[in-house]
């Protein structure tokens, strides 16, 4: 499509579980539409890794306020950066990964990153593709597209392994997503759900050219009816 800028305002919503291809088709999306793109969990990846480096528990939300509240968390051109570093390869760890689930369970810290997210996308003018969880559901509840991905579970095992270009137990990496998902999906503060203006769409028989096909498709309807 190559629409260019100016074509589509406001933000694309692309919430759903690990490994369901939300950043594949949300940085095709960007490219497509020349949108800006924003990776939520890379938001709640570097503050994890915050309370790492500062040796703080996990578990305690008053601590982890305190240490991430200090910090800037911001992205560009699909990389991450932590008080102006490029903390982009650091984050994607496991060890980053399982503390970015605990960090995201915190209230206080959801309530920082949620500010962050919507200060960004008003930084470049309110117009962005959005991946997540609670995207559609509490950072931007009036996008006026928003799309639930999923996938089988074993097949976003599959995608992860590849993903990681190493072979770790493939049980070990279905285990480990699965209990992500239970986590996102069962917290007290925004759990991720689909809402129920959300298209959802399910990639398991999907290739991205595909999935971005069907997007685009609804980006056209919506822009349509708007
Ligand atoms: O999408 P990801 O795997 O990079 O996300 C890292 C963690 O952050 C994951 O446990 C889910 C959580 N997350 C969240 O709670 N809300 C978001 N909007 C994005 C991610």
Redesign the pocket.
Known sequence: MRAGAGWWSGVIAIDGP?ASG?STLARRLSEELGLAWL????F??AAALAVLRAGGDLDDEKGAVGVVGRRVISQDGGRTFLDGEDVETEIRTPRV?EA??KV?VLPGVRDIMVQSQRRWVEERGGSAVVE????GSV?FPDAPLKVFLTADSDERARRRLAELGHAPEASAVQESLTR?DR??ATRAT?PMRRMPDAVEINTTDLGPDEAVGRVLGLVRATRAAR
């Open positions: 690990a939300k990776d939520t969990g890379a709640y990846r990964t970015a689930s995201a997540g969880r609670d995207i950072v992500r986590k996102d925004s």
